[in-house]
Nanobody, 122 residues
Framework: QVQLVESGGGLVQAGGSLRLSCAASGRTVGTYTMSWFRQAPGKEREFVAA???????YYADSVKGRFTISRDNAKNTVFLQMDNLKPEDTAVYYCAAALGPWARNPSEYDYWGQGTQVTVSS
């Protein structure tokens, strides 16, 4: 079993930055695909960014050039640096882990965190 705990969310003005962290425990996740998803009120959970075991990164078009995903395998932690935030980025952000390759579909992921709220004011 893998437990994931997100942190770093909060309230920020448009144009600001936040850095989310996802700390994993229970198992080393160095060989897992690690991803971030988000879910806004009344909307489906959507893919944001992923990083596979070799460090290859994938991004949703809506965040490309503004968000950066990274991982520190020594600390069993994944990060999401979010710059130039927009009000439409407001959502609960979830960390997820998959044994398989990168996927946009949430159903492909094996483990989830509880989420952290990100609110961007205009």
């Amino acid at each position: 079993q893998v437990q994931l705990v997100e942190s770093g969310g909060g309230l920020v003005q448009a144009g600001g930055s936040l850095r989310l962290s996802c700390a994993a425990s229970g198992r080393t996740v160095g060989t897992y695909t690690m991803s971030w998803f988000r879910q806004a009120p009344g909307k489906e959970r959507e893919f944001v960014a992923a990083i596979n075991w070799s460090g290859i990164r994938y991004y949703a078009d809506s965040v490309k050039g503004r968000f950066t995903i990274s991982r520190d395998n020594a600390k069993n932690t994944v990060f999401l640096q979010m710059d130039n935030l927009k009000p439409e980025d407001t959502a609960v952000y979830y960390c997820a882990a998959a044994l398989g390759p990168w996927a946009r579909n949430p159903s492909e992921y094996d483990y989830w965190g509880q989420g952290t709220q990100v609110t961007v004011s205009s």
